[in-house]
T-cell receptor, first 113, second 111 residues
């Protein structure tokens, strides 16, 4: 596609529910990243996929968070048993070449009530 | 732990002035450096990248890198009210790598 597509754009969920956030990267981009941004905070790295390599999960804050990338394209970030501190904007980004900067999607604003 | 530091601002400049945004980083092995602009409620947008010491110019924007001082800056010439946004500095390694972002500097350009 022309850009990085994320869905849903907004998600309100009750504490304890599971949520799935979707990211469709730019066609041909082999690297895909998930970050989150809390109000007034910087971007926090979550997970990184590069081609067929094992993902770098070092940023996932707890085992309630997981992500997969199917067919080297679409990625899904799953948060189980959501907590209020999970409320944030979840940003997906992709990049095409070595040392290129990222192109970000428009994000999913997650609110846990 | 890799750290990227920016003054949170706000940095206020009048229209037409030069805005200077600064960033320091902790990892001496860093190889790639980026500036992103983020409007309120929007996602970050890449505006500049720099990999070698010195200056890199693109239109009204100039990125400056000094690896010895672990310092990168962004100059915006002829600032416009539309430049009012938060500017994020991001630092990465060589090859594909995750970027570490600063918390950003808010720039306000007054007409």
């Amino acid at each position: 596609g022309a850009g990085v597509s994320q869905s849903p754009s907004n998600k309100v969920t009750e504490k304890g529910k599971d949520v799935e956030l979707r990211c469709d990267p730019i066609s041909g981009h082999t690297a895909l990243y998930w970050y989150r941004q809390s109000l007034g905070q910087g971007l926090e790295f979550l997970i990184y996929f590069q081609g067929n390599s094992a993902p770098d999960k070092s940023g996932l804050p707890s085992d309630r968070f997981s992500a997969e990338r199917t067919g080297g394209s679409v990625s899904t970030l799953t948060i189980q048993r959501t907590q209020q501190e999970d409320s944030a904007v979840y940003l997906c980004a992709s990049s095409s070449r070595d040392r290129d900067g990222y192109t970000f999607g428009s994000g999913t604003r997650l609110t846990v009530v | 732990q890799k750290e990227v530091e920016q003054n949170s601002g706000p940095l206020s400049v009048p229209e037409g002035a030069i805005a200077s945004l600064n960033c320091t980083y902790s990892d001496r092995g860093s190889q790639s450096f980026f500036w992103y602009r983020q409007y309120s409620g929007k996602s970050p947008e890449l505006i500049m990248s720099i990999y070698s010491n010195g200056d890199k110019e693109d239109g009204r924007f100039t990125a400056q890198l000094n690896k010895a001082s672990q310092y990168v800056s962004l100059l915006i010439r002829d600032s416009q009210p539309s430049d009012s946004a938060t500017y994020l500095c991001a630092v990465g390694g060589s090859g594909y790598s995750t970027l570490t972002f600063g918390k950003g500097t808010m720039l306000l350009v007054s007409p």
